[in-house]
């Protein structure tokens, strides 16, 4: 199926290991991040991740269900291009 | 006043209600070691033989209980071995804390002898983890681990102590001032009234509905609403290998067991079924078949707590974020009486044939070596369906999953997801010490036994009352199945050459059998029943069987074969 070009924003906890936490979920289902950027907000102990990964479209649904299993995770939204 | 991270670390255990752990000192574990002798008295502590026991066992006592189990293990390799049991842990939604010790703070990073990133290894594998380096963090992040792994769909979580935060002294907060940590589902809503109406709708409007019911149903103690549900809509109950013993096998709306060697009626008949209501399972690859020809014709009600499952593999016409308990309670009053005569004579005839061409001949044999089945079937009988069976990984697994009758809940413990050999002797020493009235009866093959054989030494030191079937057909049986039938029959390194087991477990002074010949089998397993020590039969069973029903992998559920 064709890929198309999807941008994540994930707030989370700022803490050791989301990074690893996060990269893990896009890694198992074998998404490479094409693009990451991670910032704390301006509410303290907050981040921000932005990511842009290639996907087939089908599989973006069940992408953020399991970001969104992530005990520090507090939202996820997903834009596509 | 102050005290220790180690002391802290006893004090939050007891808070959680912690009186068992299963575990295995080294050095940087050894302040928590030191804490926990003061604490014997409140905590009992069963020292296992090698780490992977520790968590498998946590496993074993939460699955018989339904409480957290605890693991302890040092850093380095102690860790590293509790993975398998984590990630086992981790796929058969069961909730364990393990507790690990770690070099000190400064020489993280630094390839400290017994260092190694367990926290980088196991974020896969656990739903949440942590490292403390201080000791004021022990108290919140401990209840946040017991919280994490009971909460919503359970799982293992585990917590990293570096050895200078658990001799750390640190300022002991009041009792009313202990943290409590609370879990907010930020996914979970109320039930919506029109959801469950349109659940209830379809079921009232069905002419072959259909239950499919998991291991939810067990977590969430539904059994009753389970069978209410059942009962009063007239709906066939089939169940996953993990939702076994959920729902009385002896029950008339019992049909037996989905997937790749469940019965021949559920597999065939899903199918036909306009509308399944799906309880706390997940359409496992093993449950489904080839998902393209699954459930087409159904209309799918999926009963679930994880938001990730929903849709997944099945999409549901309604999907309810719920516990199994919660959906059944509030979808049970708008669920209106009904019969479906018709539709459970399909699968009593479907019985029949399985029966005709494959449960009498593995059931009741008259010659030939013993069968697997036989010898399961028996102790189904002799126990009246009210023991726990704790079966390994292999034909053995699918044997007792399908000849023994389980009469009473959280009665089946099995390594379903990971499929974890060595599993079971483990399993059933936890299920032991969490159940210690109840028969607990280990399944196991000759492949599997010698994964963990060490536990016997558990079993010895403890005197708990584990008793331990090995099905030996100097096989790895599952593989040469698989062998035989779709690698023609070219048996590559599945033959073993065992030890006797017999002597072997004289040699950890538990008493033993060997049966060989089926005149012998009845008196066998009686002797064993009658003992209230841990014992060992080594039955040796036919050599080249075979387990049918059969979903060959990748094919439709239509597909099964019956030889």
């Known amino acids: 199926m064709e890929q198309k070009v999807?941008?994540?924003?994930?707030?989370?906890?700022?803490?050791?290991?989301?990074?690893?936490?996060?990269?893990?979920?896009?890694?198992?289902?074998?998404?490479?991040?094409?693009?990451?950027?991670?910032?704390?907000?301006?509410?303290?102990?907050?981040?921000?991740?932005?990511?842009?990964?290639?996907?087939?479209?089908?599989?973006?649904?069940?992408?953020?269900?399991?970001?969104?299993?992530?005990?520090?995770?507090?939202e996820v939204t997903i834009t596509a291009k | 006043?102050?005290?220790?991270?180690?002391?802290?670390?006893?004090?939050?255990?007891?808070?959680?209600?912690?009186?068992?752990?299963?575990?295995?000192?080294?050095?940087?574990?050894?302040?928590?070691?030191?804490?926990?002798?003061?604490?014997?008295?409140?905590?009992?502590?069963?020292?296992?033989?090698?780490?992977?026991?520790?968590?498998?066992?946590?496993?074993?006592?939460?699955?018989?209980?339904?409480?957290?189990?605890?693991?302890?293990?040092?850093?380095?390799?102690?860790?590293?071995?509790?993975?398998?049991?984590?990630?086992?842990?981790?796929?058969?939604?069961?909730?364990?804390?393990?507790?690990?010790?770690?070099?000190?703070?400064?020489?993280?990073?630094?390839?400290?002898?017994?260092?190694?990133?367990?926290v980088g290894m196991t974020v896969p594998v656990t739903k949440w983890n942590y490292q403390i380096t201080d000791a004021s963090e022990i108290p919140e992040v401990v209840s946040k681990a017991f919280a994490v792994a009971r909460h919503g769909k359970p799982g293992p979580v585990l917590i990293d102590i570096t050895k200078d935060a658990q001799v750390q002294e640190f300022e002991y907060p009041a009792l009313n001032d202990w943290p409590v940590f609370e879990m907010h589902n930020r996914y979970r809503g109320e039930l919506s009234k029109a959801n469950l109406q349109r659940a209830a709708d379809l079921i009232n409007e069905a002419t072959q509905p259909l239950i499919f019911v998991g291991h939810g149903v067990l977590l969430s103690k539904a059994e009753e609403e389970l069978i209410a549900l059942s009962e009063k809509a007239n709906i066939p109950v089939c169940s996953t290998l993990l939702g076994l013993s959920a729902f009385p096998s002896g029950h008339d709306n019992f049909k037996g067991m989905l997937g790749m060697h469940g019965n021949y009626g559920p597999n065939i008949l899903s199918n036909k079924a306009d509308v399944v209501i799906a309880v706390g399972m997940r359409f496992d690859d093993r449950v489904t078949g080839k998902l393209s020809t699954f459930l087409n014709d159904a209309k799918v009600i999926h009963i679930e707590i994880d938001q990730a499952e929903l849709g997944k593999n099945i999409d549901p016409a309604v999907g309810l974020l719920a516990d199994a308990k919660e959906g059944l309670q509030a979808l049970l009053p708008l669920v209106e009486e009904n019969k479906h005569p018709e539709w459970h004579q399909r699968f009593t005839d479907c019985y029949a044939e399985e029966m005709d061409k494959v449960i009498k001949q593995e059931i009741l044999p008259t010659e030939g070596q013993i069968k697997m089945a036989e010898v399961i079937h028996m102790l189904s009988e002799k126990t009246q369906g009210q023991a726990i069976i704790v079966s390994d990984v292999g034909q053995h697994q699918m044997m007792a999953a399908r000849y023994y009758g389980f009469e009473r809940p959280d009665s089946h413990i099995s390594s379903g997801g990971l499929g974890t050999m060595g599993f079971s002797l483990p399993a059933a020493i936890g299920a032991k010490f969490g159940q210690p009235e109840r028969e607990v009866i280990v399944i196991v093959g000759d492949g599997g036994i010698q994964m963990n054989i060490q536990e016997l030494a558990v079993a010895m030191q403890e005197n708990i009352a584990v008793k331990v079937v090995i099905l030996n057909n100097s096989f790895l049986g599952m593989v040469r199945q698989w062998q035989e039938l779709f690698f023609e029959k070219r048996y590559s390194f599945t033959e073993m050459d065992n030890p006797d087991f017999v002597k072997v477990a004289e040699a950890y002074r538990i008493k033993g059998e060997k049966v060989e010949e089926r005149e012998k089998l009845s008196a066998a397993l009686d002797a064993m029943l009658a003992t209230d020590k841990p014992y060992l039969l080594d039955i040796h069973v036919e050599k080249q069987d075979n387990v049918f029903p059969m979903v060959p992998a990748g094919a439709g559920v239509d597909d099964v074969r019956l030889s």
């Not at chain 2, 050894?30 to 020292?47: C, F, G």
């Open chain 2, 1 to 118: 006043m102050k005290i220790t991270g180690a002391q802290a670390l006893m004090e939050a255990l007891v808070r959680e209600e912690v009186n068992l752990m299963f575990g295995y000192p080294g050095g940087a574990i050894m302040p928590t070691y030191d804490a926990l002798y003061d604490y014997q008295d409140k905590i009992k502590h069963v020292l296992v033989r090698h780490e992977q026991g520790a968590a498998i066992s946590a496993i074993g006592y939460s699955r018989a209980t339904g409480n957290v189990g605890v693991a302890l293990a040092t850093s380095g390799p102690g860790a590293t071995n509790l993975i398998t049991g984590i990630a086992d842990a981790l796929l058969d939604s069961v909730p364990i804390v393990c507790i690990t010790g770690q070099v000190a703070a400064p020489l993280l990073g630094t390839d400290a002898f017994q260092e190694s990133d367990i």
């Open chain 1, 6 to 74: 999807y941008y994540l924003k994930l707030k989370s906890e700022n803490a050791l290991r989301v990074l690893q936490r996060i990269s893990t979920v896009f890694s198992r289902n074998r998404f490479n991040i094409e693009e990451l950027h991670v910032k704390e907000t301006e509410e303290k102990g907050v981040s921000l991740f932005s990511v842009t990964i290639h996907a087939e479209p089908a599989r973006i649904d069940n992408l953020k269900k399991q970001l969104r299993r992530i005990i520090e995770v507090l």
